[in-house]
């Protein structure tokens, strides 16, 4: 797209939309942030972003509203996504959306292959920014054993009995509590079940457990398929939750009650911007005749202005359009988040504020692979 200034719509104007909207009208677009609900923009939205009352499941008004956008970035709940990607695609308005559902991005990559435009699902942190350091991970090495991935979003101070406060989206949390997750095995791709698989796992002197969770890994299993021999996400939790979760979802059968399931969380888990992101990746392969070891550990801490998951999300969010934008993502069809190197992430606007507000205590930090990236 010629020229860097766009009319950008953001849908939905919840913790993560909301800052998505300010990062890219910082950078100069013309940004409308839109949402269903009057009383969440007015409470969301920045003094100087104009909004729009616009229901994205209201086919005929969201076609009105994007014949005049250039790129919109859904931050809506998953199940929303696959009607807002058709209508991009009929009004030629590019797309990009932070879905972690496997069935909606398989949807949206099939009416992608037709498509005058980009659509380029599962931006922002997990699927999103850790695809950019799995894939870059795995570069690193002549052969690949073993890349594991794990990311955390959580409270700061954990007060209640899930050990967890929800600091994005309800339903793709339970989405991903839920679903079939996928791992590479053998060099293969396969499902493992969510919940299990559960690891205990010490960062800086913090007790976490880790397991698997759908929707990770977004496309990157396929990618890396007969690449890698053995690949895999899970979440990072405070020790407990998985069993907790386990006896809500399962034991008592609400995975198939998600209304009552959404009840509890809200309920029991209310938002803090008092949170926590931990990034760990790790890979073992042979390099330079020799099986080694390497690694990326990255922490963000949420202040009372920015939640941490918001800024990792928006940033990873923000960071694609950027690349988009500059021509250094595809311009048309179905776009991974595996097409961005970690370089090229890296020096947009929003990756180097993921530099800038990352703590780590290894050398191999996000500081060190931008220095490096800068040097080359």
Same mark, same amino acid.
């Given at each position: 797209?010629?020229?860097?200034?766009?009319?950008? %719509?953001?849908?939905?104007?919840?913790?993560?939309?909301?800052?998505?909207?300010?990062?890219?009208?910082?950078q100069?677009?013309r940004?409308?942030? %839109?949402?269903?609900?009057?009383?969440?923009?007015?409470?969301?939205?920045g003094?100087?972003?104009?909004?729009?009352?616009?229901?994205?499941?209201d086919?005929? %008004?969201?076609?009105?509203?994007?014949?005049?956008?250039?790129?919109?970035?859904?931050?809506?709940?998953?199940?929303? +996504?696959?009607?807002?990607?058709?209508?991009?695609?009929?009004?030629?308005t590019?797309?990009?959306?932070?879905?972690?559902?496997?069935?909606?991005?398989?949807?949206?990559?099939?009416?992608?292959?037709?498509?005058?435009?980009?659509l380029?699902?599962?931006?922002g942190?997990?699927?999103?920014?850790?695809?950019?350091?799995? %894939?870059?991970?795995?570069?690193?090495?002549?052969?690949?054993?073993?890349?594991?991935?794990?990311?955390?979003?959580?409270?700061?101070?954990?007060?209640?009995?899930?050990?967890y406060?929800v600091?994005w989206?309800?339903?793709?949390?339970?989405?991903?509590?839920? +679903?079939?997750?996928?791992?590479?095995?053998?060099?293969?791709?396969?499902?493992?079940?969510?919940?299990?698989?559960?690891?205990?796992?010490?960062?800086?002197?913090v007790?976490?457990?880790?397991?698997?969770?759908?929707?990770?890994?977004g496309?990157?299993?396929?990618?890396l398929?007969?690449?890698v021999?053995?690949?895999?996400?899970k979440?990072?939790?405070?020790?407990?939750?998985?069993?907790?979760?386990?006896?809500?979802?399962?034991?008592l059968?609400?995975?198939?009650?998600?209304?009552?399931?959404?009840r509890?969380?809200?309920?029991?888990?209310?938002? &803090?911007?008092?949170?926590?992101?931990?990034?760990?990746?790790?890979?073992?392969?042979?390099?330079n005749?020799? &099986?080694?070891e390497?690694?990326?550990?990255?922490?963000?801490?949420?202040?009372?202005?920015?939640?941490?998951?918001?800024?990792?999300?928006?940033?990873?969010?923000?960071?694609?359009?950027?690349?988009?934008?500059?021509?250094?993502?595809?311009?048309?069809?179905?776009?991974?988040?595996?097409?961005?190197?970690?370089?090229?992430?890296?020096?947009?606007?929003?990756g180097s504020?993921?530099?800038?507000?990352?703590?780590s205590?290894? &050398?191999?930090?996000?500081v060190?692979?931008?220095?490096?990236?800068?040097?080359?």
């Amino acid at each position: 797209m010629a020229g860097l200034q766009k009319n950008i %719509a953001v849908l939905g104007a919840g913790q993560i939309g909301a800052v998505i909207a300010g990062m890219l009208a910082a950078q100069g677009h013309r940004v409308t942030l %839109a949402d269903a609900s009057r009383a969440r923009l007015a409470s969301n939205a920045g003094p100087a972003i104009p909004t729009r009352v616009v229901d994205a499941a209201d086919h005929d %008004a969201l076609r009105v509203f994007l014949a005049g956008q250039d790129i919109v970035v859904s931050a809506c709940p998953y199940f929303l +996504n696959n009607g807002i990607a058709r209508v991009a695609v009929e009004t030629g308005t590019h797309y990009f959306d932070l879905t972690e559902d496997v069935a909606t991005t398989a949807y949206i990559r099939e009416i992608a292959a037709s498509a005058e435009v980009a659509l380029v699902p599962q931006c922002g942190l997990a699927p999103g920014f850790i695809c950019v350091l799995g %894939a870059d991970m795995a570069a690193r090495f002549e052969t690949v054993k073993t890349i594991k991935m794990r990311v955390g979003a959580l409270p700061l101070y954990p007060t209640n009995a899930l050990r967890y406060n929800v600091t994005w989206s309800v339903d793709g949390l339970i989405n991903e509590y839920c +679903n079939p997750c996928e791992i590479i095995l053998d060099g293969r791709p396969v499902l493992v079940p969510p919940l299990e698989g559960v690891d205990s796992v010490m960062i800086d002197g913090v007790a976490y457990e880790a397991f698997n969770t759908s929707g990770g890994l977004g496309t990157l299993t396929e990618t890396l398929a007969g690449k890698v021999r053995d690949m895999s996400y899970k979440t990072l939790r405070y020790p407990g939750h998985a069993e907790i979760m386990k006896l809500l979802l399962q034991g008592l059968e609400l995975a198939g009650d998600r209304d009552t399931m959404r009840r509890i969380l809200d309920r029991a888990a209310p938002f &803090t911007r008092r949170d926590v992101v931990v990034i760990f990746v790790t890979g073992v392969g042979e390099r330079n005749g020799r &099986t080694e070891e390497d690694s990326i550990v990255l922490r963000y801490d949420g202040r009372p202005e920015l939640g941490a998951i918001q800024l990792t999300t928006a940033a990873g969010c923000v960071a694609m359009v950027e690349l988009f934008l500059l021509g250094k993502l595809p311009d048309r069809g179905f776009v991974r988040q595996e097409d961005a190197s970690l370089s090229n992430f890296l020096s947009t606007r929003a990756g180097s504020r993921l530099v800038k507000e990352a703590r780590s205590s290894e &050398t191999s930090d996000l500081v060190g692979l931008a220095s490096k990236r800068a040097a080359a």
